[in-house]
Structures are given as C-alpha cells and as structure tokens.
C-alpha cells in the first residue's frame, strides 16, 4: 500500500498519519520516501531562519481565536527567532492574509508561497507594510503562509 500526494508530504500537513499509525501498531513497515514537500519548499524560498522554524497547520477558523493565534506566532518569531507556518484552505486565504496584514507589524516578514510546483508557482518575500493593497489573487489556490524578522 502507499500514500502518494501532490506537493505535499504525506502525513505532513496531508492525511495519511492514521494509516501510518495503524501499520506502525500492526508492525507493518513503513518506508518513507522523498517527494516534494510544499512547507519544506516554501521555507526554502523564503529566506527565512531554517534552522529553527515550526508548523502550526490550520489556524483557528474563528476570527478572535485566529488573530490570538497570529499574534502569539509573531511573538514567537521575535522573541525566539523562530520562522513561523501555517496554511489555510484555500477559500479562506484571503481573509487570513488580511488579517496578518492588519494584525501583525509593519516590519514582521511575510512569505506567501502558492501552487508550488505548478507552472503557475508563486513565491514571494515582502515586510507586511509593502504587501498592503499588494496581495496576489489566492482564491482556490494551496498557499503556506510564514513569518520571520
């Protein structure tokens, strides 16, 4: 059996862990094998610190909640120099590229990496400030968010 994904990792932001937890209980083997990973891709093209970086997945669907979150990411960036990710579904990007642009500082780095991998791959490293009115067209497209210094 196998887990194959586009762009992704299986089981790294994509499904497959259940089924990998279900063979690692059963003491079926796993054979991991490289692919393109999307985060690791976009961490990669961001400039941003590779040596400390963590991946938060979705964050919170409700407005309050997600911008608490955002902030205390941000705050994780400059008080642990540590790159924050995260993604969103596509039909939602928008809305929370907005809300890091209101909500974040001026200075704090913002990489939006979309469709990475496909012809159309944009990837793109600018202070929050510069991306105000600046935002490229993510709807329906697969974007990983960062934030840096």
Known sequence: MGIISEAGCPAIADPGADVVAIAQSERIKVVPLVGPSSLLMAMMASGFNGQSFAFHGYLPIESGER???????????????????????????????????????????????????????????????????????????????????
């Not at 008080?79 to 500082?105: G, V």
């Not at 913002?110 to 793109?124: G, V």
Request: aromatic residues 10%; charged residues 25%; glycine residues 2%.
């Open 67 to 149: 911008i608490k979150t955002l902030k205390k990411l941000e705050n994780r960036v400059y008080s642990e120099n540590q790159t924050q990710l995260f993604i969103e579904t596509p039909y939602r990007n928008q809305k929370l590229a907005e809300d890091i642009l209101q909500y974040c500082k001026p200075q704090t780095l913002l990489c939006i990496a979309m469709n990475i991998s496909c012809k159309d791959e944009y990837i793109a490293t600018r202070p929050v400030k510069a991306w105000k009115g600046n935002l490229p067209d993510m709807h329906k497209k697969p974007c990983v968010f960062l934030i840096y210094r």
